[in-house]
């Protein structure tokens, strides 16, 4: 897995049914979104309220179509380059 690609959800949706060899990774959040309204502006006297929502978000990484895969690397593809900080002072 290191040399691959990876695809990781923290929690997957499957209806019963579903094939799971077209799903791919479907994650589903929800996003919750509270804000407190005043109606008083400068005057005051006016109640406030919470108002709240919930957003369903649906994250879907489809599997990738058949012969698509990530290639290994070996190590001999992997070039390393080391850099080294140079001193910006100059003398007086």
């Known amino acids: 897995l290191k040399h691959e690609d990876t695809n990781l959800a923290s929690s997957t949706i499957l209806r019963p049914g579903m094939n799971k060899e077209l799903l791919g990774i479907l ?15 400068i005057l005051g006297g006016l109640p406030a309220s919470d108002v709240g929502v919930e957003l369903p978000l649906i994250l879907i990484h489809p599997k990738p179509p058949h012969g698509e895969r ?6 001999e593809d992997i070039v390393v380059e080391e ?4 001193n910006s002072q100059t003398q007086s």
């Open 27 to 41: 994650v589903s959040y929800k996003v919750k979104v509270n804000l407190m309204v005043s109606y008083g502006g």
């Open 70 to 75: 990530a290639v290994a690397t070996s190590s």
């Open 83 to 86: 850099f080294t900080q140079q």
